[in-house]
């Protein structure tokens, strides 16, 4: 965990001297409706003392818990909810680092990040996640580091500028703010037994920390099976009804996204609304969101809105964005819920389902008010040779595509901002691709994939990246007929 934010062993004399009514609390909100997401129900009136940062008293009455100093905060009308957790994404997605993501997200609710810096781990390594986790761990909010556990995701076939290997993860699984290992993009190799990938993921699993999984197949058979028992905890990777309830069967926890480019909550969900699943195993989250919808759609306030709209109930809804991302990362008893001793990471809305996020504490400060940023989001001194790690020669000619596509179904795997409005939703594309640059993603991989396996409609045009069409010879039998593998007319990204 990280350290600049005192241990709850640290705190808990003060916190029972609060709770006890000995010490006065920094800060009580009273008047709201409290939700407890680990009894999963609402309780009118209830009241939550704070002291250093984490809640001291959550129950009926904290008048005992005032004294001189304590900020009383008055909230009828409202309910207290616990902050949100976004249980997978990746800062760079948001073409920000982390200081400029956590600005952008405290204000939609967000107080918990799990972020996987893969994309400056394919360029710089192990010290560009070391950049990101330094500058993460400033934050005034809980931005929680994954180490990347595929650069590059397939091995051989990949320009990345650096290759994480075993020794990366075990050396990294040390550091402060590192949670576990971010998601096991090779499921090919997984699935094979490929020494290094199993190494990653043991070096990962010896230092007691999660392994992220990134199964992006529909073959539920032997190869998911082989996949769920190399130590994968989680998968976002899912599109299908099955999908999820395959992954929870195994004892993993399906993690259902929105994003920019990922739709997929809505015909997942159904495991839970339809088909009456536990929903204990279920995890909301975002994976990869442009800053464009950060600040015009939000971000897991977004997720949580469109889950409910799906018919999700709203404190179940509320639980796969907090306390059950919290159990999966082994955090249950530091975050997630508003309850003794963990961090006081809240918001006050005046709706369940609508979800206006009018007031964000994080570790007990008031970090936004009525979607303006109150809080200092400090960032690194990148150094110089980081900050111009991009050399890009500009295209002769807007666009990639030397012809274009067939209308109405084509579709782009890159992760540039053009592409992650143009992803297909049941085989369609909603636009054609406009990507000027050039773009190296994994994402492509499983866009092919996805329709290698019958997804796409017949005669699909797939713009991708180099790499991902390098990505292409990685599969046997690629259906040729099905795919037209474009590279971008602009020079690769060179790597330092
Ligand atoms: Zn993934
Ligand atoms: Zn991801």
């Known amino acids: ?72 905060v008055e909230a009828a009308g409202q309910f207290l909810i616990p902050g949100l957790i976004d249980g997978h994404m990746h800062v760079e997605s948001g073409m920000l680092t982390p200081a400029g993501f956590c600005a952008a997200v405290l204000p939609h609710g967000t107080t918990t990040m799990v972020c996987d810096p893969h994309e400056i781990a394919n360029v710089l390594g192990l010290r560009g996640v070391r950049l990101m986790h330094d500058e993460a761990i400033l934050q005034p909010a809980s931005m929680l580091m994954q180490m990347p556990s595929c650069a590059p995701s397939a091995p051989g076939l990949e320009t990345t500028g650096f290759a994480i290997d075993e020794t990366h993860v075990a050396e990294a699984m040390t550091w402060p703010g590192i949670i576990g290992l971010g998601e096991m993009m090779n499921f090919p190799g997984v699935v094979a037994g490929d020494p290094r990938m199993l190494a990653e993921m043991a070096a990962t699993m010896r230092a007691g920390k999660t392994v992220g999984g990134h199964y992006a197949s529909p073959d539920l058979g032997p190869a998911f099976h082989a996949y769920a028992a190399g130590g994968a905890a989680d998968d976002h990777e899912g599109t299908r009804e099955e999908d999820a309830v395959a992954r929870v069967r195994q004892g993993m926890r399906a993690m ?67 306390v059950n991302t919290a159990t999966h990362f082994g955090l249950e008893r530091e975050l997630g819920s508003i309850a003794p001793g963990r961090r006081a990471d809240m918001i006050l809305t005046s709706d369940l389902r609508g979800l206006p996020i009018e007031r964000v504490w994080a570790r007990g400060r008031l970090v936004a008010e009525g979607g303006r940023l109150l809080a200092d989001c400090p960032r690194l001194d990148w150094p110089q040779d980081v900050r111009r790690s991009i050399r890009l020669a500009r295209p002769s000619r807007p666009g990639i595509s030397p012809s274009p596509p067939p209308t109405g179904a084509s579709a782009c795997g890159c992760a540039s901002s053009a592409s992650s409005r143009t992803r297909p939703r049941r085989g369609r594309c909603r636009s054609t691709c406009r990507c000027g640059t050039a773009s190296w993603n994994r994402k492509g991989m499983s866009h092919i994939w996805r329709w290698w396996n019958g997804t796409a409609p017949a005669g699909a045009s797939v713009a991708v990246s180099s790499q991902a069409s390098a990505i292409a010879g990685a599969w046997p039998s690629p259906p040729a007929s099905r795919m037209t593998a474009i590279t971008c007319s602009s020079r690769a990204p060179t790597a330092i």
């Open 256 to 322: 259902l996204r929105l994003g920019s480019a990922w739709h997929d909550v809505e015909a997942q969900i159904t495991a839970i609304t339809r088909r009456g699943l536990d929903p204990r195993n279920f995890i909301l989250c975002t994976d990869d969101c442009h800053s464009g919808t950060l600040v015009h759609e939000g971000h897991m306030d977004r997720v949580l809105r469109h889950a409910i709209a799906c018919g999700l109930d709203p404190l179940v809804a509320l639980q796969m964005a907090t």
């Open 1 to 72: 965990m990280d350290q600049p934010f005192p241990s709850r062993a640290d705190c808990a004399p003060r916190l029972v001297a609060v709770a006890a009514g000995r010490a006065p609390a920094d800060l009580v909100i009273r008047g709201a409706t409290l939700a407890n997401v680990q009894s999963r129900e609402l309780l009118p009136g209830w009241q939550v003392a704070v002291a250093q940062g984490r809640f001291a008293y959550v129950g009926p009455d904290a008048s005992h818990c005032i004294g001189e100093g304590t900020e009383v």
